[in-house]
């Protein structure tokens, strides 16, 4: 519906509610112009709105005891207010900003996809294949307090949009008063005339009042909190993808630590091994006291590489007892070795995915959605608010009078406030909005590229850590042949001891580096699949029960 036939219309409504005034049918004829049905917009709801409101009001307005003449004029100014402020109301519409931005064909980092790799799903650590780290998972969702949090956020903002909302209904109150007065100078105290003596009076109303929003500020308010409920909904997503990833890279941080604990403690033995050896040498005559001090070294050196990796156990363990609300004493994590773990398949899919991939790219959006309606309730602000109040009901001086019809009365009142001077307040605060809206704009941008970056990032520390894996098993096992052949000259008192001490911290580093590689390994796999969104779609629910198990 175009905007001449919005304000048409309204008022054919007005001629058929007061056949009898011709003034009426003059102003139908009046032509207005006005934008394309596709440049106005959302102003179908406007002109349906005030159509059922003037229709909502006939019944009242029959009901009144004016006079033919101050209900004509009443009838045509609310015409002619309806006809003239739908024109504004069609125009304010403001567009969401472009965020123009390029997004890549593929990954630069992408390798070729397999036939059994797979997109990320939404229990992605099951491709892991550690039963007690899908517990855990599990369990983080229904008990993270971060989790609990951000929920409770989402509550406070659905209770900040239906406050938004408000605005547009109109509200309605329930008087009664009693007073009583007494005067013996034979007026009241604001100067009115009345008998000498006590006056009593009672009374009891209705009285309701609605603010017209022709501007769309009621209504762009509303949209703005419920764009932040949204944008508060993908935080939480955000939220447990994040607690998730936490979970997995807190997990395989106590694996790695119980692995070099136990190489370390391997270490040990085999150093200890060799400091006997030289000792019984050293008693035959065959070799320094330097040779036996060296690795009596090398022994306390391996020794006091355990209290650091056993602290750094207990630190993850306690993470992990955060992240599922207990006490760091009730939680017990069996732990094994990150060798047990598999690696999960995945493929990353096409950049262009990603944004509906993505939680915080999602919420970025929503923020920025919010944001474009809180301008437009700024502008609506430069523009005429009209409020019509309405009250109704009995007042007598006599309590039992109360509710007789003479007692009766109501009124009815229309206000149009027009701001004038304000010291520049409503301008400034266009200004803040529009700025915030720019601001977010650029967040939502950098949100999206680091997403892409986040993604290529990952798939190349896959790659980069898996070769690397590779070639330090190999290391791993030269330097034990190494170690081994040095261990027997040792033994068959042929071995040169130097070459006995270089090949154990040789075949000890390699082995300390291998499980440290082993953890990057397995953490790229984390951060890929949380650069991907881990599975994520909006409105995703988990098989798993629980409060907060939405991802």
Same mark, same amino acid.
């Given at each position: 519906m175009g905007c001449r036939s919005q304000s048409n219309e309204i008022l054919r409504e007005s001629a058929i509610l007061y056949p009898a005034r011709a003034d009426l049918h003059a102003i139908s004829g009046h032509n207005v112009a006005c934008p394309s049905p596709a440049q106005i917009g959302t102003g179908n709801s406007l002109a349906e709105t005030a159509v059922q409101g003037m229709r909502q009001?006939?019944?009242?307005?029959?009901?009144?005891?004016?006079?033919?003449?101050?209900?004509?004029?009443?009838?045509?100014?609310?015409?002619?207010l309806a006809t003239v402020a739908l024109l504004p109301g069609c125009i304010l *519409?403001?567009?969401?900003?472009?965020?123009? %931005?390029?997004?890549?064909?593929? @990954?630069?980092?992408?390798?070729?996809?397999?036939?059994?790799?797979?997109?990320?799903?939404?229990?992605?650590?099951?491709?892991?294949?550690?039963?007690?780290?899908?517990v855990l998972m599990?369990?983080?969702?229904?008990?993270?307090?971060?989790?609990?949090?951000?929920?409770?956020?989402?509550?406070?903002?659905?209770?900040?949009?239906?406050?938004?909302?408000?605005?547009?209904?109109?509200?309605?109150?329930?008087?009664?008063?009693?007073?009583?007065? *007494?005067?013996?100078?034979? %007026?009241?105290?604001?100067?009115?005339?009345?008998?000498?003596?006590?006056?009593?009076? @009672?009374?009891?109303?209705?009285?309701?009042?609605?603010?017209?929003?022709?501007? !769309? *500020?009621?209504?762009?308010?509303?949209?703005?909190?419920?764009?932040?409920?949204?944008?508060?909904? %993908?935080?939480?997503?955000?939220?447990?993808?994040?607690?998730?990833?936490?979970?997995?890279?807190?997990?395989?941080?106590?694996?790695?630590?119980?692995?070099?604990?136990?190489?370390?403690?391997?270490?040990?033995?085999?150093?200890?091994?060799?400091?006997?050896?030289?000792?019984?040498?050293?008693?035959?005559?065959?070799?320094?006291?330097l040779d036996l001090a060296?690795?009596?070294?090398?022994?306390?050196?391996?020794?006091?590489?355990?209290?650091?990796?056993?602290?750094?156990?207990?630190?993850?363990?306690?993470?992990?007892?955060?992240?599922?609300?207990?006490?760091?004493?009730?939680?017990?994590?069996?732990?094994?070795?990150?060798?047990?773990?598999?690696?999960?398949?995945?493929?990353? !899919?096409?950049?262009?995915?990603?944004l509906i991939q993505r939680p915080d790219i999602r919420r970025q959006e929503a923020q920025l959605a919010s944001a474009t309606a809180n301008v437009g309730s700024a502008r609506a602000q430069f523009f005429p608010s009209i409020q019509l109040t309405g009250q109704g009901g009995y007042q007598s001086a006599a309590l039992s009078a109360l509710f007789m019809p003479q007692s009766a009365f109501f009124n009815l009142a229309a206000g149009l406030t027009q701001p004038i001077f304000d010291a520049g307040r409503i301008q400034a605060n266009f200004d803040l909005t529009k700025a915030q809206q720019d601001e977010l704009l650029q967040t939502y941008r950098k949100t999206v590229i680091s997403a892409f970056s986040d993604v290529d990032t990952a798939l190349d520390a896959v790659k980069q850590t898996a070769d690397r894996?590779?070639?330090?098993?190999?290391?791993?096992?030269?330097?034990?042949?190494?170690?081994?052949?040095?261990? *027997?000259?040792?033994?068959?008192?042929?071995?040169?001891?130097?070459?006995?001490?270089?090949t154990q911290q040789t075949l000890f580093q390699a082995e300390d580096t291998l499980q440290q590689v082993q953890l990057a390994w397995l953490q790229s796999y984390v951060s890929l699949f949380s650069a991907l969104g881990g599975g994520w779609e909006p409105q995703t629910v988990l098989t798993t029960t629980g409060p907060t198990n939405a991802l």
């Open positions: 009001l006939a019944p009242v307005l029959r009901f009144q005891p004016w006079g033919d003449a101050l209900s004509a004029r009443a009838v045509r100014a609310c015409a002619i *519409k403001q567009d969401l900003p472009d965020p123009a %931005f390029d997004i890549p064909a593929a @990954y630069q980092k992408d390798a070729t996809p397999r036939k059994q790799d797979a997109p990320p799903s939404l229990d992605w650590w099951r491709g892991f294949r550690s039963q007690e780290l899908t599990e369990e983080t969702q229904q008990v993270n307090l971060d989790i609990a949090a951000a929920t409770a956020r989402i509550l406070q903002a659905d209770a900040l949009a239906r406050t938004a909302g408000a605005a547009l209904l109109p509200t309605l109150d329930a008087n009664a008063s009693a007073t009583r007065s *007494k005067s013996s100078s034979g %007026f009241l105290n604001n100067g009115t005339a009345a008998a000498r003596g006590t006056i009593n009076t @009672y009374s009891t109303s209705l009285s309701a009042s609605y603010e017209i929003d022709l501007w !769309g *500020k009621n209504r762009d308010a509303l949209l703005a909190a419920e764009k932040t409920a949204d944008a508060n909904r %993908f935080d939480r997503d955000t939220v447990v993808l994040t607690s998730l990833a936490s979970v997995a890279n807190a997990y395989f941080q106590v694996l790695a630590a119980q692995d070099r604990i136990a190489t370390a403690h391997r270490n040990i033995a085999s150093a200890q091994r060799i400091y006997d050896a030289i000792k019984a040498r050293v008693n035959a005559g065959t070799s320094s006291d060296q690795q009596e070294s090398l022994l306390a050196n391996q020794r006091a590489a355990v209290p650091p990796l056993r602290q750094t156990l207990t630190q993850n363990i306690n993470i992990l007892a955060t992240l599922v609300a207990r006490p760091p004493e009730r939680i017990r994590v069996k732990g094994g070795s990150l060798s047990r773990i598999s690696a999960p398949r995945i493929t990353p !899919g096409l950049p262009s995915e990603l894996l590779r070639l330090q098993r190999i290391v791993v096992a030269s330097s034990r042949r190494a170690f081994e052949l040095s261990e *027997k000259q040792l033994q068959a008192g042929t071995a040169d001891i130097v070459t006995v001490l270089n």
